[in-house]
């Protein structure tokens, strides 16, 4: 078996079905080369590590540098992994093993202190990176998500039909996160690059002057991607208008504010506390993650990767 770079893959075109086979998402080279020119995070890594066996693509690690704000207001850029695969016909020989400690390995050859990577706990994987000495991150693991059924008309919700203003959101998230830490640096273009990737729905999503949420819609049901606002009143608006986008129910997974859990709780919104999805982390030094970051961990939904 061989490993190289996804860089120094020839051909590219397994990663295709492998992603599909592994995620039910189907990424062709023509769209991973278009993700390593605009995601910052991955334009000067390796991209991802392959095992090539017999010729074929037999499993996939994919890595990202990741920029994160300190307790200390310091940016200290992280190992990210994006994607654990393993082609099914090379199942139980040890091929994600050897992946990840080749991430580990270039992740502590950029002095690299955490390797992070999302995952969810009624996955096989999850025990396998508890192997891995991978261990939760409980600061962001313990959000709250919050939940509210809407009895309107089939011909009910509206659709807000905005104009994105990139450069304006970007500035509304930085006033948004200062002094929080975690994942709070973003690249100026991140609002683009999420809507190319349909991770919100423009014509659903609400722009005001000092906030903004943005909104996906799955089976009438709208599900908060993001909500972030510079006082109450605006926040308190933005609840609103959400519902008045809604059909027939409002999810927010991730609430990161107890003033703003106060919020929906006022409005009738029923509480989720647990989610299957999780964050862990990986020390790679002798460094701990509640001493670079301190007890609070910024992480909002579109941050998951």
Known sequence: ?????????????????????????????????????TDERLKDSPVGFCAVKDGQLAGFVGVMDIPTRT????????????????????????????????????????????????TGRTIIAYAFYNK???????????FTGVYKVLDRPESGGKD???????????????????GKEGFVIRQQDFITMYAKRKRFDEKKSIFKQNGYALLAESQNVIKVQELVALDRITFIELIDEIEQV?????INHVVTDEWLLGVYKSKGY?????????????????????QVYGKSFYMGILDWF
């Open 1 to 37: 078996m061989k490993v190289v770079t996804y860089r120094e893959l020839e051909p590219k075109d397994d990663l295709m079905m492998l992603m599909d086979l592994a995620f039910w998402r189907p990424i062709s080279p023509k769209t991973m080369e278009e993700r390593i020119r």
């Open 71 to 118: 307790v200390r207001g310091k940016v200290e850029i992280i190992g990210g992994i994006w994607a654990v695969a393993t082609n099914p016909g090379f199942a139980c020989q040890g091929i994600s093993k050897t992946l990840m400690e080749r991430a580990h390995d270039y992740f502590r050859s950029q002095n690299y202190r955490f390797s992070f990577l999302c």
């Open 132 to 142: 891995l000495r991978y261990t939760e991150v409980e600061a962001v693991n313990q």
């Open 160 to 178: 807000v039909s905005p104009t994105i203003d990139p450069e304006k959101i970007y500035r509304l998230y930085e006033r948004f996160v200062e």
């Open 246 to 250: 809604a059909k027939s129910g409002v």
């Open 270 to 290: 029923r509480l989720q506390k647990g989610e299957y999805g999780v964050l862990m982390v990986k020390n790679l030094t002798d460094a701990k993650i509640d």
